[in-house]
């Protein structure tokens, strides 16, 4: 047995994070969704996985084999749903980019939504980008359905009233009559749409342009790129910077 290896094994959603395979947030919705196995058994949240034992997801073995680490910048098209699971959703974002191997997205990005969405195998990106103390900022372009008044974005920017909270104070810039930029902190669920309509505004076209320093830029719709270089450096000593 490895040393770094727990005498009662390893928890399943520890496991298949530090692997890579997924966040350990993702790894717990398969859990309670019974897409794990363990050596062919069902694992439920707590299970823990001993040396020589075989995991498997949806049916598929993964291995802990030291794959190497990738994160990908994809410019989601509006239709694609920001899912792994390739049985239920004929229309997820896994089986359009058929990249070759086991990645993840990281977060989502609504199916009515387009525009930039991290994907990676390295559970420790996954798992610092998702902090939600990081404050990690997100960019969008947003259209409405009638003009921007001054009014409005002083409501969105200083924080709207939402069922669950008051939105984070946020920046926001009028760039026509009917479109304006956001920059949020946070991820409510389809945050801006609601937003918007809780003021009285609906959103006819939204699309995000940035993750921390990673910029959409000129990628084009459907299209992805690797982030490498200075540019993930950059990106995971904001994630190190902001523990």
């Known amino acids: ?42 694992a439920v949240p707590g299970s823990r996985l001993l040396p020589g034992q075989t995991v498997a997801i949806d049916g598929r073995p993964v291995h802990e084999d030291g794959a190497r680490k990738v994160l990908i910048a994809f410019n989601k098209p509006k239709g694609i749903v920001c899912t792994t699971d ?57 259209s409405v359905d009638k003009p921007v008044t001054a009014q409005f974005l002083q409501q969105m920017a200083s924080g709207v ?18 479109r304006f930029s956001i920059i949020l902190t946070q991820g409510l669920n389809r945050q801006i749409r609601r937003m918007c309509q809780t003021l009285g505004w609906r959103v006819t076209d939204l699309r995000r342009i940035r993750i ?7 990628l084009e719709t459907g299209k992805w790129r690797y982030v490498e270089g200075r540019e993930l450096e950059e990106l995971l000593r904001l994630i190190q910077k902001q523990k």
């Open 212 to 218: 921390m320093n990673i910029e959409l830029g000129s």
């Open 86 to 142: 390739t049985r239920r959703e004929k229309d997820n974002i896994i089986d359009y980019i058929q990249y070759g191997s086991r990645i993840y997205p990281i977060g989502r990005l609504d199916k009515d939504s387009e525009g930039l969405i991290l994907l990676t195998n390295d559970g420790s990106i996954v798992n610092g980008i998702l902090r939600a103390r990081n404050y990690h900022e997100k960019e969008y372009i947003v």
């Open 161 to 178: 009233q939402l069922e669950e909270a008051v939105t984070r104070p946020c920046r926001v810039r009028r760039l026509a009559p009917r």
């Open 1 to 42: 047995m490895d040393e770094n290896t727990p005498v009662n094994g390893t928890r399943i959603n520890k496991w298949l994070s530090n692997a890579g395979i997924c966040s350990r947030r993702e790894a717990d919705r398969m859990l309670e969704e019974g897409r794990i196995t363990i050596d062919g058994v069902r």
